[in-house]
């Protein structure tokens, strides 16, 4: 039976080519991206359906899970893997640092909006994180928006962690519901996706030559196989993956607790953002 796979982020990169390799496995695929060139054209490719939504824009990413529950009453896969490093610190409209609501915030929004029919659906969510959690982050539960402290490196190894935390959390709360959720770290790829970055990252991605670099098809590849393989049997939910293989988290991406408290402040925030855009 062809299943309804739905990726975001999906008009270049590691996501643009997890949506060629998905499109041989005959499932009906949805894509999500923020630029409306790149967007239609990888649509058009693989005579796929696609949606445009900027992550900056919290009320895109509503509009956005309103017009997937609409349209498709299933959804098998779920794979949050828009993203990207960002510069000096900025604040998008919605009041929240940039790189934080970008990578973290609004797939929590268009996720637990979905909640109902990805449930019905017993659908895997898919969460693209990053060795950036272990080597970057400096996570403070209390500064989540980085308004003490920011620096770019530290703010994307911020939300890669709070990716994993996001994963275990929503393992935890939906798993006996059917849902099978799994983070993953792709590799370093050649794409653009440090192309708003500053500083060290974007530094030492203009050193590094292209040979250092896996390409975007082996950087997708644990997404394909977490999206086709059986968990339970070939993986394991709630599971953080590299090359395949479930992968050491540091002691701050493993704590329940903190999970927790991630799950709650980022569902107040949505709340308020909730309360703010029905005035």
């Known amino acids: ?30 894509l999500v991206g923020r630029s409306p060139e790149k967007t239609k054209a990888i649509a058009a490719e693989l005579g796929a359906d696609y949606f445009l939504a900027d992550f900056t824009d919290l009320s895109q990413v509503k509009t956005l899970a309103l017009a997937l529950e ?9 794979a949050n893997n ?18 934080f ?11 637990t909006a979905l909640m109902d029919t990805l449930v019905a659906s017993q659908a895997r969510i898919i969460n693209t994180s990053s060795a950036a959690h ?26 890669k962690l709070a990716n994993i935390l996001f994963t275990k959390e929503l393992q935890r709360r939906y798993g006996s519901l059917g849902i ?21 990252i974007k530094f030492a991605y203009g050193l590094m030559s292209q040979s250092f670099m896996i390409s975007p098809v082996q950087g997708a590849d644990t997404l394909i196989w977490l999206a086709n393989s059986e968990p339970g049997v070939d993986w394991t939910a709630g599971e953080y993956y590299s090359k395949r293989k479930v992968t050491r988290v540091t002691k701050t991406a493993a704590d329940p607790t ?3 408290q991630l799950w709650d402040r980022s569902a107040a925030m949505i709340a308020a953002f909730e309360t703010n855009d029905a005035v």
């Open 180 to 200: 099978n959720a799994a983070a993953f770290h792709p590799g370093i790829v050649g794409s653009n996706f440090a192309s708003e970055a500053a500083g060290f």
């Open 101 to 111: 609501q970008v990578n973290h915030l609004a797939p929590f929004l268009l996720t």
């Open 134 to 159: 272990r080597l970057m982050a400096k996570f403070n539960i209390d500064d989540l928006d980085a308004e003490k402290r920011y620096s770019a490196n530290a703010a994307y190894g911020n939300a």
């Open 1 to 30: 039976m062809s299943r309804t796979i739905v990726i975001t982020g999906a008009s270049d990169g590691i996501g643009a080519a997890a949506a060629r390799i998905q499109a041989g496995f005959g499932d009906e695929l949805v």
């Open 258 to 260: 903190l999970a927790v």
């Open 70 to 78: 609409q349209k498709y009453p299933r959804i098998d896969v779920l």
């Open 82 to 99: 828009a993203g990207g490093v960002m510069g000096p610190h900025e604040v998008t409209v919605d009041g929240h640092e940039k790189t």
